[in-house]
């Protein structure tokens, strides 16, 4: 089944908004997932409109509060929203609750009659720090197929992606995919959606051989220049998206601010 659409919205955090893919003529210096597949499909449609409200750092609550009415005033006949990653790194969460809160907007965005996309999370299994959080990430995981199958929507499976647990898919604070891996994910995307495209995977070749002291040295560097400005971040009680507006508040070409 193809999926034809003229307007997309995307709904979500840092993932969607395009962190860890820089380019900095574009708006808030990220490209992204999302941006790629608004170019596929801009080029098979001229009429084709792209709105983006992602905002990194985003709770799944604030994702809801901030992006959900805006998107269903904007009226997209596609809509996609990942939201959920940000709260599963807190000390505690409730994952029903969150589910809960997702299932009431995906109801809301699918009773307008769009086509509406989510996401499960990616399996962290080959990463020591992200691997605790498997447990989470499965729940939440099922909730959203459960979700998706109740309202008619349709999944981006990223926890089937063996590729990206490739760590050279990921940017070096290793919370957020590079170019490489968004366009994974963008080539996943427009395979969900039946769209033809002319995205190719990457073609990396076998992981290169690290030491347990090489190993040990980039986990250090990654503490010192990643893992510990996030740790006060939290502990200030501010977001890297406190001074951060959506790239793409509505619906316009893609080739307008690109």
């Known amino acids: ?46 009429e084709f409109r792209y709105a983006n409200l992602a905002v990194r750092g985003r709770l799944l ?26 709260d599963l790194l807190r000390p505690k969460v409730d994952i029903d609750a969150l589910a809960d809160e997702y299932e009431h907007a995906v109801a809301r965005l699918a009773a307008t009659g769009a086509t509406v996309v989510l996401f499960t999370g990616v399996d962290g299994v080959e990463d020591p720090l992200f691997r605790k959080l498997r447990g989470r990430t499965a729940i939440l995981n099922e909730h959203a197929r459960v979700i998706a199958a109740r309202h008619g929507a349709l999944v981006v499976d990223m926890w089937a992606m063996r590729q990206l647990r490739d760590r050279r898919m990921w940017s070096a604070d290793r919370l957020h995919l590079n170019s490489l891996g968004h366009a994974e994910v963008a080539i996943s995307v427009l395979d969900v959606l039946g769209v033809p495209h002319g995205l190719s995977p990457a073609d990396l070749g076998p992981r290169p051989a690290v030491s347990p002291r090489e190993r040990r040295a980039e986990n250090l560097q990654w503490g010192r220049e990643h893992a510990l400005p996030w740790i006060g971040r939290r502990l200030r009680g501010e977001s890297s998206g406190d001074s951060v507006a959506p790239k793409r508040p509505v619906l316009a070409p893609v080739t307008e601010g690109m």
């Open 1 to 46: 089944m193809r999926v034809v659409s003229t307007r997309l919205i995307a709904l979500g955090d840092s993932f969607t908004e395009g962190v860890g893919d820089e380019d900095p003529v574009r708006p808030n210096g990220v490209r992204g997932w999302a941006d790629r597949v608004a170019e596929q499909l801009s080029a098979r449609d001229p």
């Open 61 to 86: 609550g604030q994702v809801l509060a901030e992006q959900l009415e805006p998107a269903l005033t904007l009226g997209g006949d596609l809509f996609t929203l990942y939201a959920g990653g940000n």
